[in-house]
C-alpha cells in the first residue's frame, strides 16, 4: 500500500500564475477530498468526490479553485490565478466510503508570492 | 451544523500521561477518529471508536467516549518526546452525509 501520493511537495510561484497540485488516491478507495490547511482557518474542506464525482464543492473558495477526477487513480486541484493568500498546506485524502477513516498524503505546501 | 471543538495547546513532562480531549455536536455520529499530524506530515489515523462503544484500547492510547455529553478523550500513558505533534478529534459520518468534520487540533508539547 504505497499510500496516498500529492505531488509537487512544494511549490512556490508568483501571483497571476497557475498551479496545478495533483494527487494520486490509494488503490479501491471510492472517495477523495480535497482540504486546504491554514493557521489562520485550520483544516477546511474544499471539494469532495465519490466514484470519481464531485458531490460537495462547497468548500470551494472562489471561481479561481477548479478540481477535476478524470479517474479513479488521480485528481488534481487547479489555481487559476492564483493569489498570496491562497499560500497554504492542500491534502489530499481518500477513503473507501461509507464513512472508514480517511488516508491522507503528506500535502503540498504552497506559496504565492 | 456540525462542530468539534478542541483545546489549542497541551504541555506535559515526559512519561506522564497525556489526555487530550474532544466535544462534538452531532449525536448521530458513528464514528469518531483521532489522527496525529506532525511536522511537514499529513494527517495519520491513530485510532477510532464506534458510536456505540465507551472505550477502546490501543497501548498506550485509550479513548473514551461519553455520548451523553458527546465528549471524546485520548489518553497517551507513558508520553514520550516523539508523541509531540498536532492531534485531530473528527466526527462523522451522520445523516446521510460522508464528510466528516474535524477540530481545529491540539498541539502536544512534550517536554523533558
Known amino acids: 500500500d504505497a499510500g496516498v501520493i500529492q505531488s509537487p511537495r512544494h511549490e512556490v510561484t508568483e501571483m497571476g500564475q497557475e498551479v496545478t497540485l495533483r494527487c494520486k488516491p490509494i488503490?479501491?478507495?471510492?472517495?477523495l477530498f480535497w482540504y486546504r490547511q491554514t493557521m489562520m482557518r485550520g483544516l477546511e474542506l474544499l471539494i469532495y468526490?465519490?466514484?470519481?464525482?464531485?458531490?460537495?464543492d462547497s468548500g470551494m473558495p472562489e471561481d479561481r479553485f477548479s478540481a477535476k477526477m478524470p479517474n479513479a487513480s488521480f485528481s488534481t486541484l487547479k489555481i487559476q490565478p492564483s493569489e498570496p493568500r491562497d499560500s497554504a498546506v492542500y491534502f489530499c485524502?481518500?477513503?473507501?466510503?461509507?464513512?472508514?477513516?480517511?488516508?491522507f498524503g503528506d500535502g503540498t505546501r504552497l506559496s504565492i508570492l | 451544523g456540525e462542530d468539534v471543538e478542541q483545546s489549542l495547546f497541551l504541555s506535559v513532562r515526559e512519561g506522564d500521561s497525556s489526555v487530550i480531549n474532544c466535544t462534538y455536536t452531532?449525536?448521530?455520529?458513528?464514528?469518531l477518529y483521532w489522527y496525529k499530524q506532525e511536522p511537514g506530515a499529513g494527517l495519520q489515523l491513530l485510532t477510532y471508536?464506534?458510536?456505540?462503544?465507551d472505550m477502546k484500547q490501543d497501548q498506550r492510547l485509550t479513548v473514551l467516549l461519553n455520548k451523553k455529553d458527546k465528549h471524546l478523550s485520548l489518553r497517551i500513558a507513558d508520553t514520550q518526546t516523539g508523541d509531540s505533534a498536532i492531534y485531530f478529534c473528527?466526527?462523522?459520518?451522520?445523516?446521510?452525509?460522508?464528510?466528516?468534520?474535524f477540530g481545529r487540533g491540539t498541539s502536544l508539547i512534550v517536554h523533558p
Open positions: 468526490f465519490n466514484n470519481n464525482v464531485p458531490i460537495d
Open positions: 473528527a466526527e462523522g459520518p451522520s445523516g446521510g452525509s460522508y464528510i466528516p468534520t
Open positions: 488503490s479501491g478507495h471510492n472517495s
Open positions: 485524502a481518500s477513503e473507501r466510503g461509507g464513512g472508514q477513516p480517511q488516508h
Open positions: 471508536i464506534f458510536s456505540n462503544m
Open positions: 452531532d449525536s448521530s455520529s458513528t464514528y
